[in-house]
Nanobody
C-alpha cells in the first residue's frame, strides 16, 4: 500500500515558478514509479511526467519537457515537480500517482493540489 499527499499549490502570477511536493508513505514506496498528472476545469486528466523508482530517469511529454522538472528524494520519500515560467493554461489540479512501471496502470493517487496561474 502506498499513500500519497501533495502540497505546494496555490495562486501564482504568469511567469512565476512553483514547486509541488508529493510525500509518500508505505513500505513499498521505492518499488513504484511516481508520476504527476493534472486536470484543468472541463478537461480530461493529462499526464505531465514521471520518475522511475530509483530517481534516475525522469520522463515527460513533448508539451511539458523543458518547463517541468521531476525529482525524487529517496531519503525523505518525496517526489517534486518544479514548474517554471508558469502560464495561465497550467491552471489545474495537480495529482501525484504511483505505478509499478510504465506498462502498469496508476494504482495509487493523492488527493491533488490546486495550482492557479493569473495573467
Amino acid at each position: 500500500q502506498v499513500q500519497l499527499v501533495e502540497s505546494g499549490g496555490g495562486l501564482v502570477q504568469d511567469g512565476d515558478s512553483l514547486r509541488l511536493s508529493c510525500a509518500a508513505s508505505g513500505r513499498t514506496f521505492t518499488h513504484y514509479d511516481i508520476g504527476w498528472l493534472r486536470q484543468a476545469p472541463g478537461k480530461e486528466r493529462e499526464f505531465v511526467g514521471a520518475i522511475n523508482w530509483s530517481g534516475t530517469n525522469p520522463y515527460y511529454t513533448d508539451s511539458t519537457k523543458g518547463r517541468f522538472t521531476i525529482s525524487r528524494d529517496l531519503a525523505s520519500n518525496t517526489v517534486y515537480l518544479q514548474i517554471n515560467s508558469l502560464k495561465p493554461e497550467d491552471t489545474a489540479v495537480y495529482y501525484c500517482a504511483a505505478r509499478r512501471s510504465t506498462k502498469s496502470m496508476w494504482a495509487y493517487w493523492g488527493q491533488g493540489t490546486q495550482v492557479t496561474v493569473s495573467s
